[in-house]
């Protein structure tokens, strides 16, 4: 299932200027491409571990059926609310009634159409995120996104070079690291 992003998080000033201070930049004449690369790195970090870092407003699509069907996206704060997708008009708010709910103590989200109307496919509205904002963000997590910018900054001119996380990047975010058997 694709996920969709309804609300991004916002990425607080002191992201930024933490960068800035790791790599001793004192102007604000690469601020845009210091921010591109931080979200990168959160990108990144998401992939790496399985679970989006900030909060933000999520959607997925999923089969309007009876089955428990599990979102993609962790840690799932809350679900917010569930749309019927029918073949053809506009979507449909379901009311509660018509769906179940289940939040794993790991983050993790279930949802089970119970009266789908004339739904094929549900669009589930939640919040995910590891933290409410940077602050929040726990340390290894938050220091392995600023190394991993300051590290694609300091080899922006490379060649043919990703951005996948050095082994000590690694390191900081493997102990929030969940895998998944697909």
């Known amino acids: 299932m694709k996920r969709a ?6 990425l ?36 790496f571990t399985g679970l989006m870092p900030l909060e ?3 959607e997925e699509v999923l089969p309007a059926d009876t ?16 749309e019927g997708i029918p073949p053809e008009g506009a979507r449909f708010a379901l009311a509660p009634a ?3 709910i289940d939040l794993d103590a790991d983050g993790g989200a279930h949802v089970r159409i119970v009266n789908p109307g004339a739904a094929g496919r549900v669009a589930v509205r939640f919040t995910a995120g590891l933290a409410p904002d940077w602050a929040g963000l726990p340390d290894g997590v938050r ?20 951005l996948s996380p050095p082994a000590a990047i690694v390191a900081l975010w493997r102990p929030w690291r969940r895998m998944r058997v697909a």
């Open 143 to 162: 220091h392995g996104v600023i190394r991993l910018a300051a590290e694609a900054y300091r080899r922006r001119d490379g060649e043919g070079q990703g």
């Open 67 to 82: 089955c428990w069907r599990a979102l993609q996206t962790r840690p799932v704060q809350a679900v917010t609310g569930v």
């Open 12 to 47: 607080a000033p002191a992201a930024l200027d933490e960068l800035k201070a790791w790599l001793a930049i004192t102007t604000s004449s690469e601020d845009s491409t210091l921010t591109a690369l931080l979200n990168a790195a959160l990108e990144t970090c998401e992939a």
């Open 5 to 10: 992003i309804i609300a991004p998080p916002a």
């Open 98 to 100: 018509d769906y179940a």
């Open 56 to 58: 933000a407003g999520c």
